[in-house]
């Protein structure tokens, strides 16, 4: 902090610094910015911006988001620093404009994100979720099919229709499609878990682990947020997002531990655990991606507590079918600055969840249960490629992170746009 009578002026250095040093310096910035109220934050970049005007343009903007809409003392006069200035050499070319364009795209589409994931269960049920999802699909060009009632029953989508069983809320299978101008070079199909509340169901949590389960839409909440950046860029790749909504609740219609589901892909699976409903609905998604022969699918879910203990807040688990598509994921992870680290899913860890009445049981014996839950998602995909990201740690911030509040993270869109613009 350098006070020359008049102006407060903060200096944040970082020496060489990779992407995620500049995200996190700018964040710093802002931060401190915040506190001290200054009105604009300024970045040298030096020259030859390669990375680093994107990386100091998302640690500005994420760090300077807030969810304040229910606060009744939100500063109305003082919003956060309101000008970021970049300095460096090159950045008045046209193709530095593109790359600031699109930067702020994904910004907003990881907003938005946040926004889903922070907003009350109560707001934000399954119908309101495909209601999100229709509105994206006439503001851009994406195409938005939304299944509900009826037509779960005719589509067999039994896994959303029994988790919903113990709500009032109906549930929703939302499907959203890019197709780009030009033949694309790739079909990726993407599946979000996205129960808008996780009481556990029968299989009732406790209120210390209820605290947060609003927060259990964040995989859906990453597909959309992807598919609205995806919407913006226009990337030669063709994105079909698909988002399995319900709300798990422990109503007079909810499902039994000992009933089993028959799924569309004619699987059977007996619910021993009515609290290990994500893989139930994401199984049916699984289904339907897996029969529109995408070149991979890649589901993102906060599925266990278990990969919480295992990679802790700031990693999620990935797990799959195909070396090569995991190997890609992490690179992308480690560039973006969404984090992967890989688990095997042991083959030998199938008698775990075989059932003695159906063909699988959606508990293990209670080891490895971020390994078992993958396994168990296996099921439904065929042979097709399919990365699985246990994305129960980083989707939420039970503390504040370097570069965004307490809250939702949007955890998964950067990696996403990341991996689908590598294509
Ligand atoms: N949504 C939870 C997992 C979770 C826990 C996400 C903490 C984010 C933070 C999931 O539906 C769940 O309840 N999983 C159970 C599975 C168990 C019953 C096999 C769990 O992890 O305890
Ligand atoms: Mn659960
Ligand atoms: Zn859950």
Same mark, same amino acid.
């Given at each position: 902090?350098?006070?020359?009578?008049?102006?407060?002026?903060?200096?944040?250095?970082?020496?060489?610094?990779?992407?995620?040093?500049? #995200?996190?310096?700018?964040?710093?910035?802002?931060?401190?910015?915040?506190?001290?109220?200054?009105?604009?934050?300024?970045?040298?970049?030096?020259?030859?911006?390669?990375?680093?005007?994107?990386?100091?343009?998302?640690?500005?903007?994420?760090?300077?988001?807030?969810?304040?809409?229910? #606060?009744?003392?939100?500063?109305?006069?003082?919003?956060?620093?309101?000008?970021?200035?970049?300095?460096?050499?090159?950045?008045?070319?046209?193709?530095?404009?593109?790359?600031?364009?699109?930067?702020?795209?994904?910004?907003?589409?990881?907003?938005?994100?946040?926004?889903?994931?922070?907003?009350?269960?109560?707001?934000?049920?399954?119908?309101?979720?495909?209601?999100?999802?229709?509105?994206?699909?006439?503001?851009?060009?994406?195409?938005?099919?939304?299944?509900?009632?009826?037509?779960?029953?005719?589509?067999?989508?039994?896994?959303?229709?029994?988790?919903?069983?113990?709500?009032?809320?109906?549930?929703?299978?939302?499907?959203?499609?890019?197709?780009?101008?030009?033949?694309?070079?790739?079909?990726?199909?993407? /599946?979000?878990k996205?129960?808008?509340?996780d009481?556990g169901?029968?299989s009732?949590k406790?209120?210390?682990y209820?605290?947060?389960m609003?927060?259990d839409?964040?995989?859906?909440?990453?597909?959309?947020?992807?598919?609205?950046?995806?919407?913006?860029?226009?990337?030669? /790749?063709? /994105?079909?997002?698909?988002?399995?909504?319900?709300?798990?609740?422990?109503?007079?219609?909810?499902?039994?531990?000992?009933?089993?589901?028959?799924?569309?892909?004619?699987?059977?699976?007996?619910?021993l655990n009515?609290d290990a409903e994500g893989r139930?609905?994401?199984?049916?998604?699984?289904?339907?991606?897996?029969?529109?022969?995408?070149?991979?699918?890649?589901?993102?879910a906060t599925l266990t507590g278990a990969c919480m203990v295992a990679l802790g807040t700031d990693v999620a688990g990935v797990m799959?079918?195909?070396?090569?598509?995991?190997?890609?994921?992490?690179?992308?992870?480690? #560039?973006?600055?969404?984090?992967?680290w890989e688990l095997p899913l042991v083959?030998?860890y199938?008698?775990d969840i075989?059932?003695?009445?159906?063909?699988?049981?959606n508990i293990g014996s209670g080891y490895a249960g971020t390994i078992t839950a993958a396994l168990f998602l296996?099921?439904?995909?065929?042979?097709?490629?399919?990365?699985h990201l246990d994305i129960a740690g980083p989707a939420f911030?039970?503390?504040?992170?370097?570069?965004?509040?307490?809250?939702?993270?949007?955890?998964?869109?950067?990696?996403? /746009?990341?991996?689908?613009?590598?294509?």
């Amino acid at each position: 902090l350098v006070q020359d009578g008049e102006r407060d002026i903060v200096l944040v250095g970082l020496g060489t610094g990779t992407a995620e040093d500049w #995200r996190r310096a700018a964040g710093t910035a802002a931060g401190i910015s915040s506190q001290t109220r200054a009105g604009s934050v300024a970045v040298c970049l030096g020259r030859g911006v390669d990375g680093r005007l994107e990386a100091a343009v998302e640690g500005f903007t994420l760090a300077s988001y807030r969810f304040d809409k229910y #606060r009744s003392d939100r500063d109305e006069a003082y919003g956060g620093p309101e000008t970021l200035t970049l300095a460096g050499s090159d950045l008045g070319t046209a193709g530095a404009r593109e790359r600031l364009k699109n930067t702020r795209s994904l910004c907003e589409a990881t907003v938005s994100a946040r926004d889903l994931i922070n907003e009350m269960s109560s707001v934000k049920t399954p119908s309101f979720l495909a209601a999100t999802a229709k509105r994206l699909g006439r503001k851009t060009d994406l195409t938005c099919t939304v299944w509900q009632g009826d037509k779960l029953e005719r589509e067999k989508m039994n896994g959303i229709l029994r988790v919903s069983a113990g709500s009032d809320e109906p549930g929703a299978f939302i499907k959203l499609v890019y197709r780009p101008k030009r033949k694309p070079r790739a079909k990726v199909a993407l /599946v979000g878990k996205g129960i808008t509340f996780d009481s556990g169901g029968l299989s009732l949590k406790t209120a210390k682990y209820m605290e947060w389960m609003k927060q259990d839409m964040s995989g859906a909440a990453a597909v959309l947020g992807t598919m609205e950046a995806i919407a913006a860029l226009k990337p030669p /790749v063709e /994105v079909r997002g698909y988002i399995a909504a319900a709300e798990n609740m422990p109503g007079s219609g909810a499902q039994k531990p000992g009933d089993i589901i028959t799924y569309r892909n004619g699987k059977t699976a007996e619910v021993l655990n009515t609290d290990a409903e994500g893989r139930l609905v994401l199984a049916d998604a699984l289904c339907v991606a897996s029969e529109e022969r995408p070149d991979c699918i890649i589901d993102l879910a906060t599925l266990t507590g278990a990969c919480m203990v295992a990679l802790g807040t700031d990693v999620a688990g990935v797990m799959g079918n195909n070396p090569r598509l995991i190997a890609k994921l992490i690179k992308s992870g480690e #560039r973006s600055g969404d984090r992967l680290w890989e688990l095997p899913l042991v083959e030998d860890y199938m008698s775990d969840i075989r059932s003695n009445t159906a063909d699988i049981q959606n508990i293990g014996s209670g080891y490895a249960g971020t390994i078992t839950a993958a396994l168990f998602l296996r099921c439904f995909v065929g042979d097709t490629k399919w990365a699985h990201l246990d994305i129960a740690g980083p989707a939420f911030a039970e503390k504040p992170k370097p570069y965004g509040p307490k809250g939702g993270t949007g955890f998964g869109v950067r990696l996403l /746009v990341d991996y689908i613009a590598s294509l």
